[in-house]
């Protein structure tokens, strides 16, 4: 368990979740990244769930406990300390403020550009910090763009990099987000076994091709069914989870949605979770695939930079439609 100094954000109050979880969830869909089905149990959890975890990653396990270990270090630094990184506009160390339109939650985090120098960073050891998050990023980047091209092979899209060599492009835009949340006093269990939640990252998409998440043993993400249901995901720290983000949606014209999540806090146990965003060069015109327009299939989207998007994306609430501005009217 990651044990976590008193945390700063005490001083804020919380955002409480009026939405229950069902209790009887589906089977969150799970790869085997080594099984030689794999890309079409990756279409098919793309096309139901947007989300999915994978095992046999090829992720070293030191890599991500010698990373865990540097971040519990720097999230128990004093308030002070990790004010010194800077404030997130938008990269920086964040406290319950997220973005800049009204969204808070139970967190603090540290948002990275994938080349930033961790000696910037207020840790007592940046050069430990660097080579954790070096050797963690490029593993997971390795695993992130060997999943893009087995979709591609799934969708028998040519050639097998169309997706994978937007993250690998000197100019992607990929970002890295550590999230710390504290044990949160106020999330309280009643008599009848109920608990009282509080929103710990409120509900959203991700607006870049997909995202590769990892947390520690901790309970807490939910996503949400294409009935608006909402289901937990049971925590495993040895494995990742991939969300099908906003631009993924575009380029398959909506064959693969987009999946809204979010984070509740825990009671008496914190949660660290790291996400690496594959984004596209800034420059980069997101539209739907021509390979996968069968026929006289409209788009259902205008094309747009990814610049475009991510500027439009940014200056939206977390739970807005962030795709709805980009939305063709389509003739039936």
């Known amino acids: 368990m990651v044990i976590l100094s008193k945390p700063a954000i005490e001083q804020f109050g919380c ?39 994978v095992i046999n990653h090829g992720v070293p396990m ?25 404030q997130p506009k938008p990269y920086g160390y964040g406290n319950k403020r997220i973005g800049p339109n009204g969204d808070v939650g139970w967190v603090e985090y540290l948002l990275l550009t994938t080349n930033q120098d961790p000696n910037l960073l207020g840790t007592e050891n940046p050069e430990s910090f660097r080579i954790a998050l070096d050797n963690y990023m490029a593993a997971v980047k390795k695993m992130a763009c060997e999943i893009l091209e087995m979709i591609a092979d799934g969708l028998k899209i040519q050639p097998r990099n169309v997706l994978s060599k937007l993250m690998m492009d000197e100019q992607s835009d990929s970002v890295f987000r550590l999230n710390h949340y504290p044990p949160c006093p106020e999330v309280v269990q009643s008599l009848n076994g109920t608990s009282s939640n509080v929103i710990g990252f409120g509900e959203h998409t991700d607006p870049q091709i997909i995202s590769v998440l990892r947390s520690n043993n901790t309970s807490g993400l939910q996503i949400s069914l294409r009935d608006g249901t909402w289901i937990s995901v049971p925590p495993d720290q040895s494995s990742f989870f991939i969300n099908v983000g906003d631009s993924l949606q575009v380029m398959t014209n909506g064959r693969f949605k987009s999946v809204k999540h979010r984070v509740l806090a825990n009671s008496v146990k914190s949660r660290l979770s790291m996400i690496y965003f594959c984004g596209p060069p800034l420059s980069e015109k997101i539209a739907p695939l021509p390979s996968l327009m069968r026929g006289d299939q409209q788009s259902l989207y205008k094309e747009f930079t990814w610049f475009e998007y991510k ?22």
């Open 15 to 53: 955002i409480r979740n009026k939405q229950a979880a069902t209790l009887f969830p589906p089977l969150i869909p799970l790869v085997d990244l080594s099984k030689p089905d794999s890309r079409q149990q990756i279409i098919k959890a793309c096309e139901e769930f947007g989300f999915f975890k």
């Open 62 to 86: 030191d890599f991500i406990s010698r990373l865990e270990s540097e971040a519990t270090k720097f999230f128990s630094l004093p308030l002070s300390e990790k004010e010194k990184t800077g």
């Open 311 to 332: 500027k439009s994306a940014y200056s939206s609430r977390l739970a807005d439609n962030r795709l709805m501005h980009f939305e063709k009217i389509v003739a039936s």
